[in-house]
């Protein structure tokens, strides 16, 4: 098994997808020649051609709405949206068609397609590259999001979301692309959506993560364990559906819990995680559940980002607050 | 249809600076002054591209090749006509105005690059792709609404006529007859994909007649033919004959952006023909040859351009940070309970030295 960065991961994946089904094509801005801005589609130009992968137009709403009836057609189109933050271009293609058709049409249509895009801070982007949006997407009934925070998770991630008959959004932590490298099998192999995976194991709080904000979990984790306290970290992966049942069985189990999203923090999605361990496990809550978020502005320019995202030290903050409780 | 015989390309000096068209209307001194401007744009353009490279500021766009659309089209407007631009047209905006620091700060990630000083009537840049046109139509339509004399002019890029905005922005304008300029500077690529692949159709100026309004094709390297058209343009959009559309093509002479690598898409022979009838070169070429302006007077706007340019540097690096949590101001008009305490507890976060990398 070789080491592989999270890119290369999800560029195995996409090759595979590809190889496997012929149907399976991607399509985007600067996806084919340039291999994708992050080099995510590298090389698929050269194997598979340009039928199946397609340098489109500049125009998100024209390639999702396009992958809508490509995928109602039968094919399996993977989509890729430069950045999230340009992902507002297509809101009205995915949330009022793409998320619907199945529902819409009684089930005589659905639309087998994913939609990848890098997302987050960290990175020192322009202004809207970095917004995390998923909430808004946790709001459309029909469509599945997805967010990977490992190589070896955003392959099989990526691997299930082409199998998937509906559709996925699948935002990739950009500042994860290259943070380092795992062991990821060469071959095909699924991680199933819809199922958290416990990063970390403790018992004294559950953190709730995903995406980019997994490995400062881990880190807030680390420095909480030389205080004595022992804490759980859940990487949700999949944001919808969500998994309730591992949330509420480390809740259970630990009694306390902290929700982390780089994301605004109203209306964010921690909102929805606490209000579920609220509904279900109040009687093992020792503490309210706390979240840790961006704060409610727009993301602020790269001088200020590193002020502005949470970060271990924020996440330990709100730790010592539940276990003091 | 034969989009070249019925847009042909407006030019009166060629790639070698020969004059092939007519130069009425531009002065000597005018373009004396054009000459100064787009060295010393040039000049700030490269040493933002070093500045990159030395770590000292962040991912810059640059707008090398394109100077003559940029500066050509705002010298042909009034002081209080809108501009609308975005990442790459920073040159239109200093021309403008607009201090040669600003593109340094914006690229440092200052905060105040978007604060464009009152005394010029445009909008801060913005990065998403064609949003901006929208905005130029609706400027333009309010002043249209108030009685006011002010036209609207929108920069973006052939990548951009692919989005629904520009054609919605062009067909509301055509149907409220707003009085809006639409400059499509086609520097022939969108990052790695080049115009052939972004359209089927020959120009973008053709557009133009789906739209029932004015469309013209100039040379954009050409800023004698750029200022002669957008003169002409201006004053019939002026004179309320609704809007137009203007094609100036051009070339993106580097990378995309500091970020990007075009060898990786972009064939060299290519780069080399089409740099051969770059701006600054070709207006130089045309002056020496006209006998307008000699060697020495190319020495003394290189080192004014440069002393100039060293200036907006060191203004840029010395600039004052704002204070981090600035990030709450102007989200909204008074800052919400919400938001209070959320600067409270960011304050008191920074104080204590939280949010260090690492
Ligand atoms: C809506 C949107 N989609 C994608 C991007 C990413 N992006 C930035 S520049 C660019 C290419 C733009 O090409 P063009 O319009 O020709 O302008 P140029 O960069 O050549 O000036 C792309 C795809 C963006 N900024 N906004
Ligand atoms: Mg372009």
């Known amino acids: 098994m070789a080491k592989v960065t999270m890119i290369q991961a999800i560029n195995q994946a996409l090759g595979l997808a590809m190889e496997r089904d012929p149907k399976v094509m991607v399509l985007g801005e600067d996806v084919g020649k340039n291999g994708g801005v992050f080099r995510a589609t590298e090389g698929l130009l050269d194997r598979f051609g340009e039928a199946r992968v397609v340098d489109t137009p500049l125009a998100e709403s024209a390639i999702v709405g396009s992958a809508v009836g490509l995928a109602m057609g039968g094919m399996r189109p993977v989509a890729e949206i430069q950045f999230f933050g340009f992902i507002y271009e297509t809101m009205d293609q995915i949330g009022t068609q793409a998320s619907r058709m199945r529902f819409r049409s009684q089930g005589r249509f659905h639309v087998p397609l994913v939609i990848r895009a890098p997302f987050g801070g960290g990175v020192r982007t322009p202004e809207i590259h970095s917004d995390s949006l998923e909430a808004f997407f946790c709001h459309m009934p029909g469509l599945k999001v997805v967010t990977p925070s490992t190589p070896y998770d955003a392959k099989g991630l990526l691997l299930s979301a082409i199998q998937d008959p509906d559709p996925v959004l699948f935002i990739e932590p950009m500042r994860l692309y290259r943070a380092f490298r795992e062991e990821v099998p060469e071959d095909w192999y699924e991680v199933p959506l819809g199922h958290a995976r416990i990063a970390k194991s403790g018992d004294d709080v559950t953190v709730v993560a995903w995406g980019p904000m997994v490995p400062v979990a881990e880190a807030a984790a680390e420095k909480a364990g030389q205080e004595g306290i022992s804490v759980e970290v859940l990487d949700l992966r999949t944001l919808s559906p969500i998994d309730t049942q591992a949330i509420i069985a480390s809740v259970q189990k630990t009694g306390r819990a902290v929700v982390v999203h780089e994301a605004v923090r109203t209306g964010g999605f921690g909102a929805e995680v606490a209000a579920l361990i609220q509904e279900h496990a109040f009687l093992s809550l020792e503490a309210p559940v706390l979240r840790v978020t961006g704060y409610d502005t727009p993301f602020p320019v790269p001088s200020i980002e590193d002020l502005w995202l949470p970060d271990a030290g924020r996440l330990l903050e709100a730790i010592t607050t539940v276990v003091r409780y | ?358």
Not at chain 2, 223 to 233: C, D, G, M, S, Y
Not at chain 2, 246 to 257: I, K, P
């Open chain 2, 1 to 358: 249809m034969k989009p070249d015989k019925e847009f042909p390309i407006r030019r009166v000096i060629d790639e070698d600076g020969q004059l092939v068209g007519d130069r009425s209307g531009v002065t000597d001194d005018e373009l004396k002054e054009f000459y100064r401007w787009l060295v010393t744009l040039r000049t700030l353009d490269q040493r933002a591209w070093n500045l990159q490279r030395q770590g000292r500021i962040g991912t810059y766009p640059p707008f090398s090749g394109q100077e003559a659309t940029q500066v050509g089209v705002v010298a042909a407007l009034d002081r209080m006509d809108w501009i609308c631009g975005s990442y790459r047209d920073w040159a239109a905006l200093a021309y403008a105005g607009v201090p040669l620091y600003y593109p340094l700060l914006n690229s440092m990630g200052h905060p105040v690059s978007g604060n464009i000083p009152d005394s010029v009537q445009a909008l801060p840049v913005q990065v998403v792709i064609a949003a901006q046109i929208l905005h130029a139509v609706g400027l333009a339509w309010s002043a249209k609404l108030q009685g006011q004399d002010r036209v609207a002019v929108t920069f973006f890029g052939d990548g951009a006529t692919s989005q629904g905005d520009f054609h919605e922005a062009l067909n509301l304008a055509s149907v409220m007859k707003a009085p809006v300029i639409f400059v499509a500077q086609n520097n022939q690529w969108a990052i790695s994909v080049p115009i052939s692949r972004q359209m089927n159709s020959q120009t973008i100026a053709q557009r133009s007649l789906a739209y029932n309004i004015e469309g013209v094709r100039v040379d954009g390297n050409d800023i004698i033919a750029v200022f002669q058209t957008l003169k002409e343009v201006a004053a019939r959009v002026r004179a309320g004959k609704g809007p137009a559309l203007v094609e100036a093509v051009t070339y993106r002479l580097g990378a995309h952006t500091t970020a990007d690598d075009p060898t990786r898409y972009r064939p060299s022979d290519e780069e080399a023909r089409l740099s051969h009838g770059e701006p600054v070169a070709r207006l130089k070429r045309y002056l020496l040859g006209a006998g307008i302006l000699g060697e020495e007077d190319f020495q003394r706007i290189d080192d004014e351009a440069k002393a100039t340019v060293d200036e907006a540097v060191k203004t840029a690096e010395s600039y004052p940070k704002s204070a981090s949590e600035t990030v709450f101001d102007h989200v909204y008009q008074d800052l919400t309970e919400p938001l209070k305490q959320q600067r409270a507890a960011f304050r008191q976060r920074v104080a204590e030295g939280g949010g260090q990398r690492g």
